[in-house]
């Protein structure tokens, strides 16, 4: 990833690099049913709604914010509930990564990877930069790249690094540590929901010396039904996205030098 590099590509981790369909989201179901106290649990379509809004990014936020709702529905202020956000912090990260914090046997172990160390190596030999911005913390981020992937110590702006998206201020660091002396290549943000894209819109809002391209993936839990992938799509579309892919992989070069023209 030297002098050669013609593009930039940042991808966020949840839902285009590991699938968390069965995991953030089932812990953040858990999380949700514990503090309803077993009376409500959302699926897929309802976290899918939520974080449409474009500003649920952090599951432990999104946790808090669908126990409150149920609780309005039913009458009751949040200033009632008395919900410790630490408490629901500590619950969410005990069915993720499990109970013991040192040795994770949670959730995380059990995440699809949605591509292969090669197609990074590919990227490098066609000379495109890449990196990771995510609302993954740090040591969420760091197992599944350099334990799952094998990576040695990518560029990585996690949780704890930034503010939350749609704030592009971590896409704006991993581009300042991705470009070297490339300054002002082409950046294409690869990411599965609103919030990423309209990071991308605020990223060019910002800094309009550059492009800055949005590449919705669609996450493997919209793509068993065509009607629900479809309208997905246009979702990530309406919220900047120039296009959407099924999978990460089909970000090829080729696919790259296209959206460059």
């Known amino acids: 990833m030297g002098n050669e590099a013609i593009a930039i590509i940042v991808f966020d981790i949840d839902g285009v690099i590991r699938d968390v369909s069965n995991s953030y989201r089932r812990a953040l179901a858990d999380t949700v049913e514990h503090f309803t106290q077993g009376s409500y649990r959302p699926t897929q379509t309802d976290i899918d709604a939520l974080k449409g809004e474009g500003i649920w990014n952090n599951d432990w936020e999104a946790s808090q914010e669908m126990v409150h709702r149920y609780?309005?529905?039913?009458?009751?202020?949040?200033?009632?509930?008395?919900?410790?956000?630490?408490?629901?912090?500590?619950?969410?990260?005990?069915?993720?990564?499990?109970?013991?914090?040192?040795?994770?046997?949670?959730?995380?172990?059990?995440?699809?990877?949605?591509?292969?160390?090669?197609?990074?190596?590919?990227?490098?030999?066609?000379?495109?930069?890449?990196?990771?911005?995510?609302?993954?913390?740090?040591?969420?981020?760091?197992?599944?790249?350099?334990?799952?992937?094998?990576?040695?110590?990518?560029?990585?702006?996690a949780m704890e690094d930034a503010p939350g998206k749609p704030d592009p201020t971590g896409l704006f660091e991993a581009v300042s540590r991705l470009e070297g002396e490339n300054r002002g290549m082409p950046v294409i943000y690869a990411g599965d929901t609103v919030a990423d894209m309209q990071t991308v819109l605020r990223a060019r809002e910002q800094d309009s010396t550059r492009r800055w391209i949005g590449v919705g993936i669609l996450p493997p839990h919209v793509l068993g039904s065509t009607e629900y992938a479809l309208n997905y799509s246009n979702g990530l579309i309406e919220a900047g996205a120039s296009l959407t892919l099924a999978n990460v992989q089909q970000l090829t070069p080729d696919r790259v030098r296209q959206l460059m023209k």
């Open 71 to 157: 609780f309005e529905q039913q009458g009751k202020a949040r200033s009632e509930l008395g919900l410790d956000y630490d408490v629901l912090v500590r619950f969410f990260q005990s069915r993720y990564r499990g109970p013991d914090p040192d040795n994770w046997t949670g959730y995380i172990c059990q995440e699809p990877l949605l591509l292969e160390a090669d197609y990074l190596n590919q990227l490098t030999a066609a000379g495109l930069s890449w990196g990771f911005f995510s609302g993954a913390t740090r040591g969420s981020a760091t197992f599944v790249l350099e334990k799952r992937l094998g990576l040695s110590a990518p560029v990585l702006v």
